[in-house]
Nanobody
Framework: QVQLVESGGALAKPGESLRLSCAPS????????IGWYRQVPGEQRELVAR???????TYKASVKGRFAITRDNTDNTVYLQLNNLKPEEATVYYC??????????WGQGTKDTVSS
């Protein structure tokens, strides 16, 4: 069973960039589609970007062109590059497989702070 650990959250100013990393602790990572999600307090968790095992990507409309999800199956890591950050995007970001998300199984996430 794949479990995932997020990292890379930090303090950034509006317009700056961050890169988040998602590393698994299980087998068969390269076969799984991985999504990056975020949850603002008081709101539902939302899917921001997703990448399949073969590299097909999809994005939430509001981040398209600014965020980029990539994966390196040789070091078993999925990345989310966040460019031109907005203050309202300061929140906790999570990565997950589709199955774990459906089962509401989540890790600790990694927190971005966007402040001038």
């Amino acid at each position: 069973q794949v479990q995932l650990v997020e990292s890379g959250g930090a303090l950034a100013k509006p317009g700056e960039s961050l890169r988040l990393s998602c590393a698994p602790s299980g087998n068969m990572f390269s076969l799984h589609a991985i999504g990056w999600y975020r949850q603002v307090p008081g709101e539902q968790r939302e899917l921001v970007a997703r990448i399949t095992g073969s590299g097909t990507t999809t994005y939430k409309a509001s981040v398209k062109g600014r965020f980029a999800i990539t994966r390196d199956n040789t070091d078993n890591t999925v990345y989310l590059q966040l460019n031109n950050l907005k203050p309202e995007e300061a929140t906790v970001y999570y990565c997950n497989t589709d199955l774990r998300a459906e089962r509401n199984l989540w890790g600790q996430g990694t927190k971005d702070t966007v402040s001038s």
